[in-house]
């Protein structure tokens, strides 16, 4: 076992008013396990207009900040897009990149993904970039393909294991309650691991997809999985910190 710090990211996605963000955050600080030199760290990722709430209601506390998404634009006239320097100067230090709503939605290719990771490696933002297949690639059984492409197009050169963490994200898996056999993670999990070749070792792969807490020991209990990217169970306090116990309970 190498010494990968498993990570707990909550992905709000487009939910919440200022009240409702502030009251979630206070809620999950107080819950919040005490987090060990090498335990588990918690991240939130919030909305761009809460995540000052956020940021100031934790700070110096274990609860760390994150974005949804960044431009990979330094500056300029950019309308409507934020960099990861505006991220990083109100106290983010982590931001998902390439979520497949996003890739599917707004068009992203792994290009562009990429390019957004570099940029917020740039500034000391640890990019989440997240990689999986959709329901039609999974069945055609061509999972592992995609994530390899994904992950050899998404992935800045100057990535490194200190720098960067990877989601697993299957596209069918997010938001529906299914998730792939607890088999099937950990071989999708090994395969990145193999495909990432000498960045491998060390990388944190996170799990993505109707991570529940009923679900959330077995899927975190798995050899190369290093914790988890949670969505709708991160917009309740007491379903998100169970899922964060689960991780600080692996052995
Ligand atoms: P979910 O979303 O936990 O609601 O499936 C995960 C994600 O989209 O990051």
New binding site residues.
């Given amino acids: 076992m190498t010494a990968r710090r498993p990570i707990v990211a909550g992905?709000w996605?487009m939910h919440g008013t200022f009240s409702s963000a502030a009251s979630l955050t206070k809620e999950v600080m107080e819950n919040l396990p005490k987090t060990q030199a090498d335990g588990p760290q918690t991240v939130v990722c919030a909305p761009f207009p809460h995540l000052l709430t956020v940021g100031q209601l934790s700070a110096g506390s274990d609860l760390h900040l994150g974005a949804q998404d960044c431009s990979d634009k330094v500056q300029g006239a950019y309308t409507g897009d934020v960099s990861a320097t505006m991220l990083m100067d109100i106290g983010c230090s982590h931001v998902?990149v390439g979520?497949?709503?996003r890739r599917s939605l707004h068009g992203e290719t792994s290009a562009l993904v990429a390019a957004k990771a570099a940029a917020a490696q740039a500034v000391g933002l640890i990019p989440i970039i997240?990689v999986g297949e959709t329901e039609a690639q999974y069945r055609a059984g061509s999972s592992r393909a995609v994530v390899e492409q994904h992950l050899s197009e998404s992935l800045p050169s100057g990535a490194t294991a200190l720098n960067t963490v990877i989601?697993y994200?299957p596209v069918w898996?997010?938001?529906?309650g299914l998730t792939p056999s607890l088999e099937e993670i950990a071989a999708i999990h090994r395969a990145i691991r193999d495909t990432l070749g000498a960045l491998g070792a060390d990388m944190r792969i996170l799990y993505?997809?109707?991570?529940?807490p009923d679900n959330a020991a077995a899927i975190l209990a798995l050899d190369d999985v290093d914790g988890a990217?949670?969505?709708?169970?991160?917009l309740k306090a007491s379903e998100f910190i169970a899922i964060v116990q689960a991780a600080h309970n692996r052995v």
């Fill in positions: 992905n996605k998902i979520h497949s709503e997240c989601a994200e898996a997010i938001g529906t993505g997809g109707s991570v529940k990217l949670v969505g709708g169970a991160s």
